[in-house]
């Protein structure tokens, strides 16, 4: 049986911008991936109102989407501290 590589599908845009294409500015990133953030929370407080309403029976839908942004909430947290810890290093250089 052949085993396939894992691709990098759906994660992280790539490094390198396409030729004609530029890249966008670090603000428009944050803003996008808080975005992002954003709407994880609103998907999973959806999902856990359907079940509540009876809308949906899948217990299983409702454990995944609360764990979906739990995790997401959890990454934006530690990109945080990494963002701060750098700017606190940056901040004790002697120039």
Known sequence: MPVNAVGMGGGLPAAVPPP???TPSFAETLRQAVEKLNETQHKADRTLAQFLT???QD???VVL???EARLAMQLAVQVRNRIVEA???LSR???
Do not use: D, F, K, L
């Open 20 to 22: 004609g294409r530029e």
């Open 54 to 56: 009876g809308e949906i």
């Open 59 to 61: 217990v299983h839908q």
């Open 65 to 67: 989407a609360m764990e």
């Open 87 to 89: 700017y606190q290093e």
């Open 93 to 95: 250089m002697q120039i």
